[in-house]
T-cell receptor, first 115, second 110 residues
Framework: AQSVTQLDSHVSVSEGTPVLLRCNYS??????LFWYVQHPNKGLQLLLK??????LVKGINGFEAEFKKSETSFHLTKPSAHMSDAAEYFC?????????????FGDGTTLTVKP | DAGVIQSPRHEVTEMGQEVTLRCKPI?????LFWYRQTMMRGLELLIY????????DSGMPEDRFSAKMPNASFSTLKIQPSEPRDSAVYFC????????FGEGSWLTVV
């Protein structure tokens, strides 16, 4: 069984300040973990993924996430927010046993960036 | 790579009409997913296929919904008859180990 919890439904930051979107997971297997971003009226775009290689994963647009097995976390960070980062972000866990299997999506975190 | 291709991008239809949404997955991907997204319910997995075989359709809301994948490069999601509460964005996605989404089909049933 697997599950994912995004700890904040809404996060608001000022432009130029750090971003932290929190995600905790549970999985019976060694999981693969993903972050997706969805801008308004758009599809979901892959930001980054962890698949048992380096625990610090760098993605597009300056985002990165760190896999911490002891904390069962995969938080998404960015040093300096930009207005274009305003979007909804989804954390996803997959058991990876059978291709992407039935991946489990978090409920999403809406990021607001204030000027 | 062209990515996951969905059609139509937007559709407005009258209640009771049949709606067919189409999807072409990324070549080489052997899993295909249909999701529905609404403000009220968020992102819901409707059905997923592995090697063209439906594996889990527990998310399909009712018998009015059906999905097929006749070959590795094509899938359809059909709603018959459509109802206003079916209005949503329907996403198709495909994967080998990572899920890639299409741009979605925006459906409005009036």
């Amino acid at each position: 069984a697997q599950s994912v919890t995004q700890l904040d439904s809404h996060v608001s930051v000022s432009e130029g300040t750090p971003v932290l979107l929190r995600c905790n997971y549970s999985s019976s297997y060694s999981p693969s973990l993903f972050w997706y971003v969805q801008h308004p009226n758009k599809g979901l775009q892959l930001l980054l993924k962890y698949t048992s290689a380096a625990t610090l994963v760098k993605g597009i647009n300056g985002f990165e996430a760190e896999f911490k097995k002891s904390e069962t976390s995969f938080h998404l960070t960015k040093p300096s927010a930009h207005m274009s980062d305003a979007a909804e972000y989804f954390c996803v866990v997959s058991d990876g046993v059978t291709n992407a299997g039935k991946s489990t999506f978090g409920d999403g975190t809406t990021l607001t960036v204030k000027p | 790579d062209a990515g996951v291709i969905q059609s139509p991008r937007h559709e407005v239809t009258e209640m009771g009409q049949e709606v067919t949404l189409r999807c072409k997955p990324i070549s080489g991907h052997n899993s295909l997913f249909w999701y529905r997204q609404t403000m009220m319910r968020g992102l819901e997995l409707l059905i997923y296929f592995n090697n063209n075989v439906p594996i889990d359709d527990s998310g399909m809301p009712e018998d009015r919904f059906s999905a097929k994948m006749p070959n590795a490069s094509f899938s359809t999601l059909k709603i018959q008859p459509s109802e206003p509460r079916d209005s949503a964005v329907y996403f198709c996605a495909s994967s080998s180990r990572t899920i890639y989404f299409g741009e979605g089909s925006w459906l409005t049933v009036v």
